[in-house]
């Protein structure tokens, strides 16, 4: 059964993001006949991505009608559904900056992504333009699913879901550092091969195979389920898929058996806490109130690797050769046959095609999925995918330490949010007063001017 629909991916020019989702949109047979409709305001990315889709709709006989458009506001009429994954950039020079501006001062962030004063320069650059789509989709097609994979995850469905009517579902694919760690902790009992060089979950070119290795054994035979915040969700229950029996107990006994070395944090705050930090610890570093003492240095301590920015940088620039190679028909697309769209897929085709499917995380507004969190706040839970939309899970309660750490970040997201939208410096700063990196309200005023002085051009609502 084909479902044509219209769907629109903006920010369609991403070397990785963006073959990705392209490929398994193309070559699903449910969405055959379907318009897709590609947006970037890179000309030379858009054009070879362009290029791609069109060779792919033809070797896959997928009879799709693609168009590229330089501006989101040409391709959003009609959409059921639009796929967002812009970033205000270029990306890694900027999260560099978001980095060293506040050391000038004596801050030195854990990671600077999606957390910490970083998260807020971070957030602020891209919620500017995501609202603009978000209000031009309430004008052109105000009924469309909005998906979301831009950083920061919760404070971007946040903006949308409290600042516009759209509906925002966010996607992430890092509850499978989940899976990983238990893979690795439970080779011998569920004979899963780890493979020699695997150190952690860190965003590093060389851990990568390697998790992704662990990931592929380990998903078909256990399911977890998890709550929390993007990045910051923590497992409530181990299941083996064969059995039904819970896992949990032994898994807690053998990952204190695993080499203190992998994923210390991760392992202190397993301790501490008792219930097991999903997103690894380079992700879980950017939350916690206590990885940014500067006499201290607990990033030394847990080994917390930053981003390597110019590596990544140069990787994004060979990607996009790649891609254009794939283009011209001078490289073979085989290995785009097995390209995960981490989820978007399967909203587009359950809610398209009125089927039932379970997701084992998204981003929706907290309606009650999460007992002890705000109302209306960015939650991430499993959920539920058919043709009437995407619902969430209810999870129930969180132990109540863990519900305050992230009622903590879940307070300091919705300020920057708010700043961001509004342009309001009172609350900007608010939000750094409130986060755990910031420890001086001198140092939080200037690092905010810094950041709002520096990326001026980017934040003309704090210059009105």
Not at 87 to 105: C, H, M, Q, S, T
Not at 301 to 317: E, P
Not at 341 to 359: D, F, K, P, R
Not at 407 to 412: A, F, K, L
Request: charged residues 20%; negative net charge; glycine residues 8%.
């Amino acid at each position: 059964m084909t479902l044509p629909t219209k769907i629109t991916v903006i920010g369609a020019g991403s070397a990785s993001f963006g073959e990705n989702t392209l490929s398994a949109i193309v070559r699903s047979k449910k969405l055959r006949g379907s318009t897709l409709a590609l947006v970037d305001r890179n000309a030379q990315s858009l054009e070879i991505v362009h290029r791609l889709a069109e060779r792919l709709n033809r070797e896959w006989n997928s009879e799709m009608n693609i168009t590229a458009h330089s501006h989101h506001a040409e391709a959003l009429a009609g959409s059921n559904f639009v796929v967002n994954a812009i970033e205000v950039g270029a990306r890694e020079g900027l999260w560099k900056n978001d980095f060293e501006i506040p050391i000038k001062y004596g801050v030195r962030q854990p990671y600077s992504e999606n957390g910490g004063p970083g998260g807020f320069a971070h957030a602020a650059r891209n919620i500017g333009p995501i609202m603009q789509i978000a209000r031009d989709m309430e004008q052109a097609c105000p009924h469309a699913w909005l998906i979301n994979f831009t950083n920061p995850m919760i404070r971007i469905c946040d903006a949308i879901n409290r600042h516009s009517s759209i509906k925002a579902v966010g996607l992430c694919h890092q509850i499978y550092a989940g899976y990983a760690m238990v893979g690795v902790a439970l080779a011998k009992e569920l004979d899963i091969e780890v493979p020699e060089g695997l150190t952690g979950m860190h965003a590093a070119m060389d851990q990568h195979p390697l998790q992704h290795r662990v990931r592929e054994q380990i998903v078909p035979l256990i399911n977890i389920r998890a709550a929390g915040l993007n990045h910051f969700t923590w497992i409530l229950s181990i299941q083996d898929r064969r059995t039904g029996e819970d896992l949990y107990p032994l898994f807690r006994e053998r990952f204190f058996e695993l080499d203190p070395n992998f994923e210390p944090l991760t392992r202190d705050i397993f301790s501490a806490f008792g219930l097991f930090p999903v997103p690894g610890d380079t992700h879980l570093c950017e939350y916690l109130p206590w990885l940014s003492d500067p006499v201290t240095k607990p990033w030394e301590r847990y080994n917390i690797r930053l981003y390597d920015w110019d590596l990544f940088a140069s990787i994004r620039d060979f990607e996009l050769d790649r891609l254009n190679d794939m283009a011209n028909g001078n490289m073979t697309v085989e290995a785009s046959l097995d390209t995960d769209s981490e989820g978007a897929l399967e909203m587009i085709e359950n809610v398209a095609g009125g089927s039932t499917h379970y997701h084992l995380a998204a981003n929706l507004p907290n309606v009650g999925q999460i007992d002890n969190l705000p109302y209306g706040c960015t939650v991430e839970t499993p959920i539920i995918v058919d043709g009437a939309g995407i619902h969430p899970v209810h999870v129930g309660t969180l132990p109540e330490a863990i519900a305050e750490l992230c009622r903590r970040e879940t307070t300091v997201a919705q300020l920057g949010v708010d700043a961001a939208v509004e342009g309001d410096r009172e609350k900007a700063l608010q939000c750094f007063l409130l986060d755990p990196v910031t420890t001086d309200i001198d140092i939080a005023k200037k690092i905010l001017d810094d950041y709002l002085t520096s990326y001026k051009e980017y934040l003309p609502q704090f210059w009105k």
